[in-house]
C-alpha cells in the first residue's frame, strides 16, 4: 500500500515516468523501495514538511498520511526515509526496511500493484526494477508501447499477460 500511495503522489505531481526499484538483499538483511518520477518536484522547505500529516499539498483532503507512514513503518523494522526532490524535476522516495525484522510488512504483489496502476494510467511510463541478492530483472511500459502501439496497456489480454511475465520474472530470479 505504502508503493501505490507514493506512485499516486507521482501521479498527482505531473509525472509522464514513473521508476520503482525494489532491491531484496537477504545477505546485508536489507529490503529497499525506490519511487521516482518526474513530476513538478518539491522545494526543500516542502520536503521537510513532509513526515507531518497535516501537510498536503492536494487540495481534497487536509492531511497527507503516506509519507508520515511509510516513514512510520521502516524505522519499525529498522530502516528509514530519505527524499530528494527538486523543482521542475522530480522527486525520489528512498525506503529501506530490515529484511528480516517482524515488523517489516510483506512487500505484496509487485506485478499486479505495477500493472493496475500502468493499466490505470495508460499514458505514462513506469519502469520497474526489481534484485534480488545481486539478480536484477527490468521491465519498462514504454518498450510494450512500442511493440504493441500507444494503447497496449488499455488491453486486458495484454496487461494480464505482461501482469503473468513479471512476476514468473521475479519468481526466477528469487528461486535461483
Known amino acids: 500500500m505504502h508503493i501505490l500511495d507514493i506512485i499516486q503522489n507521482s501521479i498527482s505531481a505531473g509525472a509522464t515516468r514513473i521508476s520503482l526499484t525494489v532491491d531484496e538483499d ?12 518526474n513530476g513538478r518536484g518539491m522545494t526543500s522547505e516542502q520536503v ?6 497535516f501537510f498536503t499539498s492536494r487540495t481534497t483532503r487536509k492531511v497527507g498520511m503516506g509519507i508520515p507512514l511509510l516513514k512510520q513503518t521502516a ?12 523543482p521542475g524535476l522530480g522527486t525520489e522516495v528512498t525506503a529501506t526496511f530490515g529484511y528480516t525484522n517482524i515488523d517489516r510488512p510483506p512487500l505484496g504483489d509487485v506485478a499486479n500493484a505495477l500493472m493496475i496502476t500502468a493499466s490505470s494510467n495508460p499514458d505514462i511510463d513506469f519502469c520497474l526494477v526489481y534484485r534480488y541478492a545481486g ?3 527490468a521491465f519498462d511500459t514504454a518498450d510494450v508501447r512500442e511493440i504493441f502501439g500507444k494503447g497496449a496497456m488499455k488491453n486486458l489480454t495484454i496487461v494480464k499477460n505482461i501482469e503473468e511475465m513479471i512476476k514468473e520474472n521475479i519468481e526466477e530470479i528469487v528461486n535461483s
Not at 537477504?26 to 518520477?37: K, M, N, Q
Not at 521537510?48 to 500529516?53: F, G, I, M, V, W
Request: hydrophobic letters at 35%; charged letters at 25%; aromatic letters at 4%.
Open 135 to 137: 539478480q536484477e530483472y
Open 48 to 53: 521537510s514538511r513532509l513526515a507531518d500529516p
Open 75 to 86: 524505522e519499525q523494522s529498522g530502516g528509514g526515509v530519505r527524499i530528494v526532490s527538486e
Open 26 to 37: 537477504p545477505a546485508s538483511d536489507l529490503l529497499t523501495v525506490i519511487i521516482g518520477d
